[in-house]
């Protein structure tokens, strides 16, 4: 039997037919839903399987079960080739198993090596905190991640990427044999993607298993070896990725042939709406101009931290910016708070729609009206009636399901909360929208209805700056894409014949 | 009946209506009319204090000056009705609102401008405006001989069965429920506690509805300080002192979140009477005020633990049979 230790170091000592980790037959059920229906997969060393399938196909319920938090009803594990019980999250760590979450919880106001280490910090003879061996072991991992971070200093001062690497090592730092990596690029630009990637690499070198689940393609073409497709709680497909046109990917997620994913309709485009001349920002952004026209949807690429948000919130009047002109069909108009965007026709839907779009409390039809009560308010007071009236317009267009629209949004789905989101802006009877990673997160399916909806709203007239870090989905709906580097305009592209090389180039000034 | 006990305000009602039934089986007259009208009456200042703490915390801040504010003000307008027996008493009370709404808008301009954070802002105006009450008076008493009649008697003075104390307290709660249902600033609060950072992208300048809200927590304040000195006919220093942690109690037990964003008028009044019920009871069972305060402090922290659990999310609606029975009716 090969001991922990022994598969840590030896690369090449385990054949790779071997998987490590086996699950055969697993079933979870929940009170009314099979989550899980007789699931097989395998985990070979040296090995990234990707784990792909829609939302709710069942990934999360799998990685909860190998994390020991969920007991399957039926199935068993089997580590080399051992069967093997999870009565909690300790007992998988102990075998060998640790997780990477989408979201990892770190302490902004602890050390990198205080991180590492929380929870199972090495002791000292006197069962005090060893710190000594926190801040040498914590080296030792950052080193091995090709990182010279200094584990005595707080997490704080690092960068999203960085603190990323500190939750690689805090995953890491249990002896582990089976890492699964959870969305691990959903807050990552392609640069940061890269440098994972290279850890990734090393550790196959290190002979670990890896269950890797992502929504992008591209990504997992570039590091995955073998596949597992989930569809409604069942494996529906595994083999090896390289070998596998991403066609037929899709086809088996989503169980029927998806021709066109990002489906912009093409619009008439008409005058210049909006003309921004010269924006800057004191430490933000610099010297941006451009103009967005009627009916047309303007692609915001970049990398992670390049200042389209910043830009875009200061267009919205959350910050002001140091010099730059704005003028809104052929007039100038100055913004000083989001209420003057609104009340000019200028909306932005922020990243976050769950923490940053919604008071959960308050009944459904008070978020809708929310930025609209100058415009259901009879003489400065508050109407009920027109509120609802105006909600109900809205939930109507946008196939809200909810009991009442009187209850809190709280009550709501995921699905349904982005539904008011959405018809809370367009409420507002916004000339420009602002989009910012509108499908950020969401599964293929959801992505379509999205884009399609986006489509439909340029149609109608309304013009669009859509911020995306999705190639595909720049490419496939923008009508021009501006592409921002460090806070400046690296170049406003036309759609027709633009290569996704030609926006990474620009993005990352390898021109 | 399951639905009735998911009503919180209703449960509270009822909580109160069995709370007098059970003690006017230990003291004969508990729950005669006049009795009632008496404790009410007792109640009134906490309510009205209450209900400006109620908007504030909606905003997801708190005001602890609010005691200091009222004792500040009752001593301003009783040393300035000492002074010049000639004022007429309409402008007393003008100034006692005007003198609180500026004590509040010094609250509010340190938490919106200076982004300090309420707790420690009102915790230091609370010193502050005790302090400035000892200056102001140089630790003297104005006494009941000093005041003029009509200054002492206004609040007292009964119309249509219930003193104007009363009758106060009664517009107080219509004004307040009105601001929070029927304007943008009360919405604005409701938001601008509930989620903050949504609340500013939909507009709303969320620094200004906290401003408002101590000004206005700040005013009622001020009138409360008129109507304390003028119903127990002395100002002192000390007056009410811890009393701003009443109206937070009666926020606490009404339902009101302290995470801002969530409660009703009703709950806040509720709340206030609930404990007013309690403080009249306990010495007419014969229970020492030692173990009253005891008793009051259960009280809130058995409150607070019901509104931890009532707050537990009862999980969202995903199944479509459920959403699709009443479907956007509203």
Redesign the interface.
């Known amino acids: 039997m090969m001991t922990v230790q022994a598969s840590k170091i030896g690369t090449n000592a385990e054949p790779a037919d071997t998987p490590i980790l086996e699950m055969c037959g697993i079933s979870q059920i929940f009170p009314g839903v099979k989550a899980l229906d007789g699931v097989n997969i395998a985990l070979y060393p040296g090995k990234v399987t990707a784990l792909i399938g829609e939302n709710g196909a069942g990934k999360s319920t799998l990685v909860k079960i190998l994390t020991g938090i969920y007991r399957p009803n039926e199935g068993e594990i089997l580590i080399d080739g051992k069967p093997t019980a999870f009565a909690n999250a300790q007992d998988a760590i102990d075998a060998g198993v640790t997780a990477i979450h989408q979201e990892t919880v770190l302490f902004d106001e602890l050390t990198v090596g205080e991180n590492i280490f929380l929870g199972h910090a090495p002791k000292t003879r006197l069962g005090l905190i060893d710190w000594r061996q926190i801040n040498e072991r914590s080296r030792t991992l950052m080193q091995a991640l090709e990182s010279d971070i200094d584990p005595t200093t707080k997490l704080k001062d690092f960068s999203i990427a960085q603190r990323h690497l500190v939750a690689i090592a805090r995953a890491l730092s249990v002896e582990a044999r089976i890492v699964i990596m959870d969305e691990p690029t959903a807050a990552l630009s392609r640069k940061e993607i890269d440098d994972l990637f290279r850890i990734v690499e090393g550790l196959k070198r290190q002979g670990k298993a890896i269950l890797f689940i992502s929504h992008k393609f591209d990504e997992l073409y570039e590091i995955a070896d073998n596949y597992a497709v989930f569809r409604d709680g069942r494996m529906v497909g595994t083999g090896v990725l390289k070998t596998t046109p991403q066609d037929e990917i899709v086809r088996l997620m989503v169980g029927r042939d998806v021709h066109d994913v990002f489906p912009k309709t093409p619009a008439v485009i008409g005058a210049s709406v909006l003309s921004v001349q010269g924006y800057s920002h004191e430490t933000e952004f610099r010297n941006i101009s451009f103009e967005l026209r009627k009916g047309e949807i303007l692609g915001v690429y970049g990398l992670i931290g390049a200042g389209r948000s910043e830009l875009c919130q200061s267009l919205f009047g959350i910050t002001r910016p140091a010099s730059g002109t704005l003028s809104l069909e052929g007039s100038p108009i100055i913004i000083n708070s989001p209420a003057d965007a609104i009340a000019a026709g200028i909306v932005y839907v922020p990243e976050e729609r769950g923490r940053h779009g919604l008071a959960l409390e308050m009944p459904i039809y008070q978020n809708i009206s929310l930025p609209s009560l100058v415009r259901t308010s009879v003489s400065g007071f508050l109407k009920a009636a027109n509120e609802l009236k105006l909600a109900r317009r809205y939930a109507e267009r946008l196939d809200l399901r909810a009991a009442a629209l009187s209850v809190p949004v709280g009550t709501l789905s995921g699905g349904n909360q982005q539904k008011v989101v959405i018809g809370k802006w367009l409420a507002t009877a916004p000339k420009v929208i602002i989009l910012d990673e509108p499908t950020k997160g969401i599964d293929i399916g959801s992505k379509a209805a999205v884009h399609g909806f986006i489509s439909e709203l340029a149609g109608e007239g309304l013009s669009i700056i859509m911020i995306s870090s999705e190639l595909p989905e720049i490419l496939g709906m923008s009508d021009r894409v501006m592409v921002m580097r460090e806070g400046q305009s690296a170049g406003i592209y036309e759609r027709e014949g633009l290569s996704a090389e030609t926006l990474v180039r620009a993005a990352t000034g390898n021109a | 009946m399951q639905n009735l006990l998911k009503n919180r305000e209703l449960l509270l009602g009822l909580i109160i209506v069995g709370m007098i039934l059970g003690f006017s089986t230990r003291a004969d007259n508990f729950a005669s009319p006049g009795n009632l009208a008496n404790i009410f009456n007792d109640t009134s200042i906490l309510i009205i204090l209450a209900l400006g703490q109620m908007v504030v915390i909606l905003t997801k801040s708190i005001d602890l000056s609010v005691a200091a504010n009222l004792a500040f003000t009752g001593m301003a307008v009783a040393m300035l009705d000492a002074a010049y027996p000639g004022l007429p008493l309409a402008l007393l009370i003008v100034v006692a609102i005007g003198i609180g709404a500026m004590l509040g808008a010094i609250n509010g301009f340190l938490v919106w401008a200076l982004q300090i954070p309420p707790i420690v802002v009102t915790l230091g105006t609370l010193t502050i405006y005790r302090g400035m009450t000892f200056v102001l008076s140089g630790g003297a008493w104005v006494n009941a001989h000093q005041m003029q009649p009509d200054f002492l008697g206004f609040p007292r003075t009964v119309v249509l069965g219930l003193p104007i104390l009363s009758w106060v307290a009664i517009a107080i709660v219509i004004l307040v429920s009105f601001i929070l249902?029927?304007?943008?600033f009360?919405?604005s609060t409701?938001?601008a506690g509930?989620?903050p950072?949504?609340?500013?992208?939909?507009?709303?300048?969320v620094g200004r509805a906290r401003f408002l809200a101590f000004v206005l927590s700040g005013a009622l304040a001020g009138l409360s300080g008129y109507l304390w000195v003028s119903r127990y006919a002395v100002a002192y220093v000390d007056i009410a002192g811890g009393f701003e942690l009443d109206s937070v109690a009666a926020n606490v037990i009404g339902g009101i979140?302290i995470a801002g964003?969530?409660g009703t008028v009703i709950g806040t009044v509720l709340g206030a009477l609930f404990l007013g019920v309690i403080k009249n009871a306990l010495p007419v069972i014969g229970i020492s005020p030692f173990a009253q305060m005891a008793i009051s402090g259960i009280v809130i922290v058995l409150a607070v633990v019901f509104n931890a659990r009532a707050e537990r999310?009862?999980g969202?609606?995903?199944l479509?049979d459920?959403?699709?029975?009443?479907?956007?009716?509203?």
Do not use: P, Q
Request: aromatic share 6%; no cysteine; hydrophobic share 40%.
């Open positions: 249902t029927r304007t943008s009360g919405r409701y938001a509930g989620n950072v949504a609340a500013i992208y939909a507009g709303i300048d979140s964003g969530i999310k009862k969202r609606i995903i479509r459920r959403a699709a029975k009443t479907e956007v009716t509203a």
